[in-house]
């Protein structure tokens, strides 16, 4: 279980704060959501301290929370000053999202919980990314992904879909046999196609940008504010991040290093 030393209250590169003006519903409660994901299990006087927000407005954001199914009280925490108090910590059921990730010579579909685990993962590989072969391929793995999560399937939120960009214009460098293949990505709105197969809202992002976003919200991005992210698959890529926020540039290619095989 964790809990919070006074250095956390301090203004720190894991700062997150709320607003008490009214009409801040929505902002608040990912506020909150935010906070206990990047601290661990907190008590509401924690979490009102370390948001900036009222006493009262992070408790009726708590029981909304709970409510929802997004929240999950722990055992009370004896033995301190004061009145025994009550972890809230993140409910892994409490939401579902999916990911496509769709490469050059595999893709990848899998089911993620609220904590960021992954629950279900289903991988499928072709010599080349062929529009025809791929699109079956998500359609199957996401029909796996319902069997799987059963009664979940209910908590799931959205698609979170990645591939690289341009796809179509590899064929120099995949070789020339890839040209075939390759020319049916040149006016497929994979995006659309995707939302297709399902009633899920479908969020899109670059491959290397998507990777990078994985890094900042789960990964080293949690204590290093900027950094460069070194995406290595078929080719090697990038991404970057700057205060604690992921720059993709004009043209969606800010921390691209080069695409080197």
Excluded at 29 to 34: A, I, K, N, S
Excluded at 129 to 145: H, K, S
Excluded at 181 to 209: I, M, N, Q, Y
């Amino acid at each position: 279980m964790h809990s919070l030393s006074a250095a956390a209250f301090e203004p720190d590169e894991r700062a997150v704060r709320g607003s008490n003006h009214s009409g801040m519903r929505q902002f608040n409660e990912r506020t909150v959501l935010q906070a206990i994901r990047l601290h661990g299990a907190i008590a509401k006087a924690d979490l009102a301290r370390l948001t900036q927000l009222s006493s009262q407005t992070v408790s009726v954001i708590v029981s909304r929370l709970l409510d929802d199914g997004l929240l999950l009280k722990q055992e009370r925490v004896r033995g301190r000053i004061g009145q025994p108090s009550v972890p809230l910590a993140l409910n892994p059921d409490g939401a579902i999202s999916l990911g496509v990730q769709v490469g050059r010579r595999s893709l990848e579909v899998l089911a993620c919980d609220f904590v960021g685990r992954v629950r279900h993962r289903h991988e499928f590989h072709y010599e080349l990314p062929d529009p025809q072969r791929v699109l079956p391929c998500i359609a199957e793995g996401l029909t796996r992904l319902q069997q799987q999560l059963g009664g979940l399937w209910a908590r799931v939120v959205g698609l979170g879909l990645s591939s690289p960009l341009s796809m179509e214009k590899w064929s120099g460098v995949l070789g020339s046999q890839a040209h075939g293949a390759l020319a049916g990505w040149e006016h497929l709105d994979l995006r659309r196609e995707v939302e297709a197969l399902t009633h899920l809202p479908v969020s899109f992002a670059k491959d290397t940008t998507a990777a990078c976003v994985a890094e900042l919200l789960q990964g080293h991005g949690t204590a290093v504010r900027s950094f460069l992210y070194i995406f290595v698959g078929t080719f090697v890529g990038g991404g970057l991040v700057l205060s604690g926020h992921i720059v993709t540039g004009q043209r969606g290619n800010a921390g691209a290093i080069g695409s080197l095989p």
